[in-house]
């Protein structure tokens, strides 16, 4: 401010004996409130920057696969049934005593959120449809996977999917499941069409 205060007073105590114009002193004045200004807009824009990266990094803490899945994904349908009310299964014995009994499960347990298997060598947009169309969503359903079954379900859905060879897969997704990328990909480096090469 002091600063700002002695650029205003500079220039009236450097007028020459002469007369000057005005509109000389004037364009000094619109460049430094021009300057002020920029230098305002710029310092609020990287804080709502900051603000904005912020809540992208939070979204991708709580949502770690949601940037993974493929354009036009849409998860399959949610089915939950009614369960039992807790009145249900409390018992009173012999003695007035509660008891807990056991009661079955009604309810049908929603799909787990389902990973882009695509990330895995040798499966494509196709073969991860067939995968899912068998129940196959993530990455430790596949890594639980039998190489037989899967190698059946290639063969089911027809003879351009013959050629897939499955065999690295359940060990590939079992890294992926672990979250451990850079050994996934080191493996990666080994396959091709998710058959080893060496």
């Known amino acids: 401010m002091y600063l700002l205060s002695a650029l205003l007073s500079l220039p009236a105590l450097s007028l020459p004996a002469q007369q000057t ?10 460049f430094i409130v021009g300057l002020i200004l920029l230098v305002a807009f710029l310092y609020w ?14 979204f991708e803490q709580q949502h770690p696969q949601a940037l993974a899945m493929p354009e036009g994904f849409t998860p399959p349908p949610v089915v939950i049934a009614p369960v039992s ?5 409390d018992v009173h014995d012999e003695e007035g005593e509660e008891t807990e009994v056991e009661a079955e499960e009604t309810a049908v347990s929603a799909p787990p959120a389902p990973d882009n ?46 050629l897939a060879d499955p065999s690295t897969w359940p060990q590939q997704a ?5 979250a451990d990328w850079a050994a996934l990909e080191e493996l990666q ?6 058959r080893q090469t060496a």
């Open 117 to 162: 298997l695509e990330r895995i060598e040798g499966i494509g947009p196709k073969i991860a449809e067939i995968l899912n169309q068998d129940g196959i969503y993530t990455f430790a359903q596949l890594a639980e996977a039998d190489v037989a079954h899967l190698q059946a379900l290639l063969e089911e859905a027809g003879p351009r999917y013959q």
């Open 85 to 89: 009310s807790p009145d249900d299964h």
């Open 21 to 30: 114009s005005a509109n000389s002193y004037q364009w000094w004045w619109l």
């Open 45 to 58: 824009w990287r804080r709502v920057s900051e603000e904005d990266l912020e809540k992208v990094v939070a």
């Open 189 to 194: 480096e080994t396959l091709k069409g998710g």
């Open 174 to 178: 079992k890294l992926a499941t672990l």
